[in-house]
Structures are given as C-alpha cells and as structure tokens.
C-alpha cells in the first residue's frame, strides 16, 4: 500500500535519480520556478512511463490506460513556457553550464534519464493508488501538479536534511494576515 510517506519518497526518489547525474560537490539551490518548470518538463514522460508500467494491474477504464493520452498532451503543452527554467535547474544539477543547448534537445535528454527511473519506483501493487493520484491531478493545470510536487520534495528533505544533492531554496518570508475584526 502507498501510504504518504511511500509517496514523498517516491517523489523524492525521482528528484534523487536526476540528481544522480551530477558530480558537483556544493548543494545547488534551485528556485521554486526552476523546480516546477522541472516537474512540468518531466510530467508528461513520467506520466507515460507509469501508465506503460501499471497498464497490465489496471482495468481497462483506468485513467492510466484509457485517458492517459489526452492528460499527457494538454501537460506537454506547457512545457516550452518553462524551458528557460528548466535549462538552468538542469544546469545547477550537472554542475556545468549548457549555454549554447538547443532548449528543445534538452526535454528529451532529461526525460530519457528520468522517465524509466521512476516507472521502475511503482511496484504493481503501488498501481491502483497511482491511478487515483492521477485521477485527483487530472484535472488540475500542469503548474499546480508542478507546485504540489516541489512542495512535497521540500516536507520530504526537510525531515531528512543532508539526504538530497539539492535543495528548493527558501521562499521569502508571508507577512501573517491582519487579525479580522470582530463584529
């Protein structure tokens, strides 16, 4: 059963493997808008990728088989308004600069790396509650799924500090709202 915890360090298993690639020694930071543009680059071959792994322990009608596609496209849509961002968190993760990279070289560079790794996270029993988190995100723009994502990566590596080869840099302070007057 995945239970919340199974789901952080699945998330956080995907972050880990991409940052895997990397031989830097310092700890990048990346920024919100780098770790969701990450997120929103990778979705779509994620999503494929554990869809082709849980078809066989999912029926038919599965969101996962059979409306797949169409969540896939509209998400992939997104992805070239979050290229820039993607660039530099993918060059904070190698450690190198890819100054001069075709950006549209880079989406499938990154995914080919990332895409298997995960679909070989989700084990079949795993399936039936991918599907329903896929349900429950189906509906929601692909920038919301990338901010839930990064905000679940941040709560994981801050219960274990120092596991991650990289951090989501702090947000600036949220003033707290003015007390409401009573009536």
């Not at 239970?3 to 995907?14: K, V």
């Not at 895997?20 to 919100?32: D, E, G, M, N, S």
């Not at 990154?110 to 298997?116: E, L």
């Amino acid at each position: 059963m995945m239970t919340g915890r199974h789901t952080i360090r699945t998330a956080a298993s995907l972050w880990l493997a991409l940052a895997a690639t990397t031989a830097q020694a310092a700890t990048p930071c990346l920024t919100q808008p780098e770790a969701e543009g990450l997120v929103i680059t990778l979705l779509p071959d994620m999503l494929d990728a554990v869809g082709q792994g849980c078809a066989a322990s999912l029926p038919p009608e599965a969101t996962l088989r059979a409306g797949l596609q169409p969540l896939v496209a509209r998400y992939r849509a997104d992805g070239p308004a979050v290229l820039p961002q993607t660039k530099t968190a993918f060059a904070k993760l190698i450690g190198q600069g890819v100054e001069g990279v075709d950006p549209d070289l880079m989406r499938p560079v990154i995914t080919a790396m990332i895409a298997p790794m995960l679909a070989k996270e989700i084990k079949p029993a795993d399936c039936p509650k991918v599907e329903r988190m896929v349900t429950l995100i189906g509906p929601l723009p692909a920038r919301n799924v990338a901010g839930i994502a990064v905000l679940l990566f941040t709560l994981g590596s801050d219960a274990k500090p120092g596991r991650s080869p990289f951090t989501i840099c702090p947000l600036p302070a949220i003033p707290p709202l003015p007390a409401m007057p009573r009536p």
